[in-house]
């Protein structure tokens, strides 16, 4: 489902350019996910509460594995949920995994 959240996108082959642009002015964080992964339902709202708790400090995106597994294997997600940070177009750091919310927060700060 679609999110009402302005921090929080859900990236497709579509817009996937667009949200590389974003990381030029705020960090975004790529949840790598899919329907089957049970730790990835629970990493989802961790991610989503900090997106709107930071008020666009970072943006979060979304990526649906099995929608968009071109994406996937360009950064070689082997396992899920992998979430990883993006700076200037580039990858700064993955972690692959769930996390807690203060291990995330901490993640971030470490990365931007």
Known sequence: P?????????????????????????PVLIDFWANW????????????????KYQGKFVLGKLNTENEQEIASRFGI??????????????????PGAMGAADIVRWVQANS
Do not use: W
């Open 2 to 26: 679609m999110s009402d959240s302005p921090f929080i996108i859900d990236v497709t082959r579509d817009n996937y350019e667009k949200v590389m642009k974003t990381s030029f002015e705020v």
């Open 78 to 95: 082997r396992s899920i949920p992998t979430v990883m940070l993006f700076k200037g177009g580039r990858e700064i750091a993955r972690q």
């Open 37 to 52: 992964c049970q730790p990835c339902h629970a990493l989802m709202p961790i991610l989503a509460r900090l997106a709107e």
